[in-house]
């Protein structure tokens, strides 16, 4: 009886944790979930801001990025709702790349680890590396994983606290359109 008990609470334990998303301020595992999918005002424009692409090292901003929807996603590599989702979004990124533009925005403390795992994943998304606290007061993230549709005319249509499986984002991406 005791093995069962023991059994079912860590079962418990581990599927509230897998869904746990990560604090932005600091590197702990949250107590909460956040996995609350809001739709955002019409007329709430998105924060511009800029940006390093970890492939080309080249920096862009948010505004350059005109004529078609964007999907953002906050991320970082000590997170592993964040790191569990990234083969979700390598998935819809070759599925959508002609109909969307993608910002995979990691919030590291430094752009090496982020750089460095997306080459040993060999991701074809593109990964870029942001300002987390700036980027964190102008989007109004306290957790992450966090993902953003932005209108081809700038405005934040969908966002999403929590990890998303291939299913949820397939559905959150569809917003886009």
């Not at 964190?136 to 998303?164: Q, T």
Request: with cysteine.
């Amino acid at each position: 009886m005791k093995k069962i008990l023991l059994t079912l609470s860590m079962t418990a334990l581990l599927l509230f944790t897998a869904g746990c998303s990560c604090p932005f301020s600091d590197k702990t595992a949250d107590s909460k979930p956040q996995m609350n999918t809001a739709a955002a005002s019409a007329a709430e424009a998105a924060p511009d801001f800029s940006y390093k692409e970890l492939g080309s090292g080249k920096t862009m901003r948010l505004s350059d990025l005109k004529g078609k929807p964007v999907f953002i996603n906050f991320w970082a590599t000590w997170c592993p709702p964040c790191v569990g989702e990234l083969p979700h979004i390598e998935k819809k990124y070759a599925e959508y790349k002609d109909k969307m533009h993608f910002v995979i925005l990691s919030v590291d403390d430094n752009e090496q680890d982020p750089a460095r795992f997306i080459k040993s994943k060999g991701y074809s998304f593109p990964a870029a590396y942001g300002d987390h606290q700036a980027l964190g007061r102008a989007y109004g993230i306290d957790a992450i994983p966090a993902s953003y549709i932005i209108s081809a005319d700038g405005h934040i249509v969908a966002r999403i606290v929590g990890s998303m499986n291939e299913s949820s984002l397939d559905a959150f991406l569809q917003k886009a359109f």
